[in-house]
């Protein structure tokens, strides 16, 4: 079970130019100004919590390869929805 941190609303003053720049990074990672933001500051105030790098490796793909040829194959379990996936687990 995951929890979600309470989000308080605040606001700051930027430089126009700033929050400009700011929007266009945050758009071009396609992801929210707030979203943007946030991981900024957490990886200024919790560099340890941070994953730098996001692309996937040759060994990660691999694995994705492998996992993509086994469901064309029919070699993995598959469920449209949580009430399959849920009687088959009953089932066992």
């Known amino acids: 079970m995951s929890t979600t941190a309470a ?11 700033l929050l400009e720049e700011l929007k266009e990074k945050a ?6 100004l707030n979203n943007y933001v946030e991981s900024l500051l957490i990886s200024i105030l919790h560099p340890s919590e941070v ?9 990660l793909q691999k ?5 993509m040829d ?5 070699e993995t379990l598959h469920f449209e929805n949580s009430t399959e996936m849920n009687k088959w ?3 066992l």
């Open 7 to 17: 989000r308080i609303p605040t606001s700051f003053r930027f430089q126009s130019s």
């Open 27 to 32: 758009k071009a990672s396609n992801r929210s």
């Open 51 to 59: 994953v730098e790098d996001n692309t996937i490796d040759e060994e």
């Open 63 to 67: 694995k994705i390869d492998k996992a």
């Open 70 to 74: 086994e469901y064309k194959k029919g």
């Open 89 to 91: 687990l009953d089932s």
